[in-house]
């Protein structure tokens, strides 16, 4: 049994440690190796614990509020998928849970007592020590991966500023915990650099929502202190503390000025516009957010909406002024930037109760264990750990790093290492002696895990490839190799049909190859799989328009501008197929909306001329055409149309003289159709006949096209 136990540890030291090293940079989702990795450590690690429990014949069963709490939360996610009308997508979600819930269980199982526990911690740290030093490095301008990427925030392993942010958010406090109960003084000044270079990294992330967290976490760590060491506080320096002191705020005095010349203007003005109504991202963003995600709540309050499905909702029920902020990011929310929210959105009240239940059960548990030990060492990294876990709590409020896969893990091995430490002091656990049915049960039940963990890891390997044909094809984009580029997306697809981005990619390419039929099909798969992603509507409005499809076309484009309506372009593309559908009024009111922020626009100025003069609105239909001549007077259809216009008037002499002014080098075929029609039409309408000298002297263009006009 003790190989079984170290093979544990051993697994566990590697999901702490590795996964939030591991980093492959050729997938456009870094998240994806992390997960991978989890599925294979858990399933390696289920199944030793499963070889072990029936070697022992025995299994223990934990009794405590935070362990009921846990398996009502993930009973719960399972009837939010079952209700769902999205069930596809939540099943992902699910399974990343159902992998953490047996992490959670299989931590507190490994628990037997604080020796085992600090052991634990101790890992956490580290793993966090050596993720901030990249961290740290990339803020210096050394970045050990081969790829191009905006470094004025650090995210070291993890792909973003704030998924590492909320990361040491959960570890800084545990660290100062550990660095206070260690008696070895060597050990302490390495958890002393530790702290450092947390921090340091930290505070590069420039996430403020994480600084405040912190603070929080320190504030109750200090309060608890306070509260149950029942000593008072003493500043006494002896000579080696004051110059290590002194040193510390020296340094930390000179490089300060130094490191905040690095930061870029935007990311100065990001932290300081907190209010302001911009494209930055502030409160005033946050509150838009949240009053979305309020509306989504407020539709399906109690039951929710279904794992996974805030994203596709928020469009349809998202302010007004953050749809003028996507388009002016040319990007969509996909996270409320409010773990409860979206739990709540998502899951329903009772999705929401639960978690929250499960949260206060662990921190009123940890609470009372360092209670408990307030006279011995472990009360400070007992503190720390609970105070990780409050500061994430409060981080919560205003992050989507609880979303991905490195924050949940420190959580849920937070929330272990409680409910085993709690199953040590009150020693309730129901043990079952496995013979005759329960035998059989368990065996069954460790089967269908093993099962369900296989097939789960199995699908990420799928999903894994698909992120890898997915980033080969954005690169063969970038650089203009479309078919192949194409290719790649189709096998990315083939690996993952729940990602909406490759949909999205795949149809995008295939309008620039001309494929309208192709692309007009996967833009429908998408619109099944995700509807009202971002700008899908647009894209199905231009295919409809191109493949003649008019009534769809608006129908679409409707859509899109009830979900957008700051995207001029859309505006154009309706305008475009009310003019050919003959709805000119319409036509008529959507270039008008769409030279509001595009009044330059050519196209769209000699659209208008022509609805003006096809109602004989001459004056008006010159002015549009005239309009273009302003930015470019050689626009040679703005003249033909000008010309028609005088000649549609009677006023030849008018015509001619437009005629004249278009310059021979902008005669092409297809222009030249129109300009033939106009000069028979001259012809046509000369008095006393036809005289060529007197067409020639108004209008010396028209030499030589003399023989043409019996063909006419």
């Given at each position: 049994?003790?190989?079984?136990?170290?093979t544990?540890?051993?697994?566990?030291?590697?999901?702490?440690?590795?996964?939030?090293?591991?980093?492959?940079?050729?997938?456009?989702?870094?998240?994806?190796?992390?997960?991978?990795?989890?599925?294979?450590?858990?399933?390696?690690?289920?199944?030793?614990y499963?070889?072990?429990?029936?070697?022992?014949?025995?299994?223990?069963?934990?009794?405590?509020?935070?362990?009921?709490?846990?398996?009502?939360?993930?009973?719960?996610?399972?009837?939010?998928?079952?209700?769902?009308?999205?069930?596809?997508?939540?099943?992902?979600?699910?399974?990343?849970?159902?992998?953490?819930?047996?992490?959670?269980?299989?931590?507190?199982?490994?628990?037997?007592?604080?020796?085992?526990?600090?052991?634990?911690?101790?890992?956490?740290?580290?793993?966090?020590?050596?993720?901030?030093?990249?961290?740290?490095?990339?803020?210096?301008?050394?970045?050990?991966?081969?790829?191009?990427?905006?470094?004025?925030?650090?995210?070291?392993?993890?792909?973003?500023?704030?998924?590492?942010?909320?990361?040491?958010?959960c570890?800084?406090?545990?660290?100062?915990?550990?660095?206070?109960?260690?008696?070895?003084?060597?050990?302490?000044?390495?958890?002393?650099?530790?702290?450092?270079?947390?921090?340091?990294?930290?505070?590069?992330?420039?996430?403020?929502?994480?600084?405040?967290?912190v603070?929080?976490?320190?504030?109750?760590?200090?309060?608890?202190?306070?509260?149950?060491?029942?000593?008072?506080?003493?500043?006494?320096?002896?000579?080696?503390?004051?110059?290590?002191?002194?040193?510390?705020?020296?340094?930390?005095?000179?490089?300060?000025?130094?490191?905040?010349k690095?930061?870029?203007?935007?990311?100065?003005?990001?932290?300081?516009?907190?209010?302001?109504?911009?494209?930055?991202?502030?409160?005033?963003?946050?509150?838009?957010?949240?009053?979305?995600?309020?509306q989504?709540?407020?539709?399906?309050?109690?039951?929710?909406?279904?794992?996974?499905?805030?994203?596709?909702?928020?469009?349809?029920?998202?302010?007004?002024?953050?749809?003028?902020?996507?388009v002016?990011?040319?990007?969509?929310?996909?996270?409320?930037?409010?773990?409860?929210?979206?739990?709540?959105?998502?899951?329903?009240?009772?999705?929401?109760?639960?978690?929250?239940?499960?949260?206060?059960?662990?921190?009123?548990?940890?609470?009372?264990?360092?209670?408990?030990?307030?006279?011995?060492?472990?009360f400070?990294?007992?503190?720390?750990?609970?105070?990780?876990?409050?500061?994430?709590?409060?981080?919560?409020?205003?992050?989507?790093?609880?979303?991905?896969?490195?924050?949940?893990?420190?959580?849920?091995?937070y929330?272990?290492?409680?409910?085993?430490l709690?199953?040590?002091?009150?020693?309730?656990?129901?043990?079952?002696?496995?013979?005759?049915?329960?035998?059989?049960?368990?065996?069954?039940?460790?089967?269908?895990?093993?099962?369900?963990?296989?097939?789960?890891?199995?699908?990420?390997?799928?999903?894994?490839?698909?992120?890898?044909?997915?980033?080969?094809?954005?690169?063969?984009?970038?650089?203009?190799?479309?078919?192949?580029?194409?290719?790649?997306?189709?096998?990315?697809l083939?690996?993952c049909?729940?990602?909406?981005?490759?949909y999205?990619?795949?149809?995008?390419?295939?309008?620039?190859?001309?494929?309208?039929?192709?692309?007009?099909?996967?833009?429908?798969?998408?619109?099944?799989?995700?509807?009202?992603?971002?700008?899908?509507?647009?894209?199905?409005?231009?295919?409809?328009?191109?493949?003649?499809?008019?009534?769809?076309?608006?129908?679409?484009?409707?859509?899109?501008?009830?979900?957008?309506?700051?995207?001029?372009?859309?505006?154009?593309?309706?305008?475009?197929?009310?003019?050919?559908?003959?709805?000119?009024?319409?036509?008529?009111?959507?270039?008008?909306?769409?030279?509001?922020q595009?009044?330059?626009?050519?196209?769209?100025?000699?659209?208008?001329?022509?609805?003006?003069?096809?109602?004989?609105?001459?004056e008006?239909?010159?002015?549009?055409?005239?309009?273009?001549?302003?930015?470019?007077?050689?626009?040679?259809?703005?003249?033909?149309?000008?010309?028609?216009?005088?000649?549609?008037?009677?006023?030849?002499?008018?015509a001619?003289?437009?005629?004249?002014?278009?310059?021979?080098?902008?005669?092409?075929?297809?222009?030249?159709?129109?300009?033939?029609?106009?000069?028979?039409?001259?012809?046509?309408?000369?008095k006393?006949?036809?005289?060529?000298?007197?067409?020639?002297?108004?209008?010396?263009?028209?030499?030589?096209y003399?023989?043409?006009?019996?063909?006419?």
């Open positions: 049994m003790r190989l079984f136990h170290f544990e540890k051993v697994n566990l030291f590697f999901i702490l440690t590795c996964i939030p090293l591991a980093t492959y940079w050729k997938v456009h989702d870094p998240n994806i190796v992390k997960q991978l990795l989890f599925g294979i450590f858990i399933l390696i690690w289920s199944l030793l499963f070889i072990k429990i029936v070697k022992i014949k025995k299994f223990l069963i934990p009794q405590n509020h935070l362990s009921y709490s846990a398996i009502l939360f993930l009973l719960l996610a399972g009837l939010s998928l079952i209700l769902s009308k999205y069930p596809i997508i939540g099943s992902v979600s699910l399974e990343l849970m159902v992998c953490f819930i047996i992490f959670f269980f299989l931590i507190s199982q490994l628990i037997n007592d604080h020796k085992g526990a600090h052991s634990v911690l101790e890992v956490v740290c580290f793993g966090a020590f050596i993720v901030s030093g990249f961290g740290v490095f990339q803020f210096f301008g050394i970045d050990f991966f081969p790829v191009q990427r905006d470094l004025s925030r650090v995210s070291a392993t993890l792909g973003h500023p704030n998924f590492l942010a909320g990361y040491l958010v570890t800084l406090p545990l660290t100062a915990g550990l660095f206070l109960s260690c008696p070895k003084p060597r050990k302490r000044y390495l958890y002393a650099l530790y702290i450092v270079i947390q921090s340091a990294c930290l505070f590069f992330t420039l996430s403020r929502a994480a600084w405040a967290s603070i929080v976490s320190l504030v109750f760590f200090g309060a608890i202190y306070l509260r149950y060491r029942n000593i008072h506080l003493s500043f006494c320096f002896n000579k080696k503390k004051a110059v290590f002191a002194f040193l510390v705020i020296g340094i930390a005095v000179t490089a300060l000025p130094s490191v905040i690095k930061i870029p203007e935007p990311e100065i003005a990001r932290l300081t516009s907190l209010g302001s109504p911009s494209t930055q991202n502030t409160v005033w963003i946050r509150w838009l957010e949240w009053k979305g995600a309020l989504i709540i407020k539709n399906t309050p109690i039951m929710g909406n279904g794992l996974g499905t805030f994203s596709m909702l928020f469009p349809g029920n998202q302010p007004p002024e953050f749809s003028s902020v996507c002016k990011r040319d990007e969509f929310l996909r996270h409320a930037h409010n773990e409860y929210l979206e739990i709540w959105s998502e899951m329903g009240i009772l999705g929401l109760g639960t978690f929250l239940y499960m949260l206060i059960a662990a921190i009123i548990s940890g609470t009372r264990l360092v209670k408990l030990n307030a006279n011995d060492n472990s400070f990294w007992l503190l720390g750990l609970i105070s990780g876990l409050i500061g994430v709590s409060f981080h919560m409020l205003f992050s989507v790093s609880f979303r991905f896969i490195v924050v949940p893990l420190i959580f849920w091995s929330l272990g290492v409680i409910n085993g709690t199953h040590v002091r009150i020693g309730k656990r129901t043990v079952w002696e496995l013979n005759g049915a329960r035998r059989l049960i368990f065996m069954a039940v460790s089967l269908f895990l093993t099962m369900f963990l296989f097939f789960s890891v199995t699908r990420t390997f799928s999903h894994f490839a698909a992120e890898r044909y997915f980033y080969e094809g954005l690169v063969n984009y970038k650089a203009g190799r479309l078919q192949e580029a194409l290719n790649d997306m189709q096998l990315a083939d690996n049909k729940t990602k909406p981005e490759i999205y990619k795949k149809g995008a390419l295939e309008t620039k190859l001309g494929m309208w039929s192709k692309a007009l099909t996967t833009y429908e798969a998408l619109e099944k799989v995700h509807p009202d992603f971002c700008h899908a509507n647009f894209n199905l409005s231009l295919c409809y328009l191109h493949l003649k499809d008019l009534t769809n076309s608006i129908k679409s484009g409707k859509k899109e501008v009830k979900l957008y309506p700051d995207f001029a372009e859309q505006y154009y593309l309706l305008g475009k197929a009310c003019y050919l559908n003959n709805r000119y009024d319409e036509a008529e009111a959507y270039f008008a909306k769409y030279l509001q595009n009044p330059n626009s050519a196209s769209a100025h000699s659209y208008l001329g022509n609805i003006s003069a096809f109602r004989r609105d001459w008006n239909a010159i002015s549009h055409y005239k309009e273009i001549l302003s930015k470019n007077p050689h626009n040679p259809q703005a003249r033909l149309n000008i010309s028609q216009i005088y000649l549609d008037m009677g006023d030849i002499d008018r001619c003289e437009n005629l004249n002014m278009i310059s021979q080098e902008t005669r092409d075929s297809t222009f030249f159709e129109g300009y033939k029609k106009i000069i028979t039409s001259i012809i046509n309408k000369l006393n006949g036809y005289n060529e000298e007197y067409l020639k002297e108004i209008c010396p263009n028209m030499a030589g003399t023989e043409n006009r019996k063909d006419e």
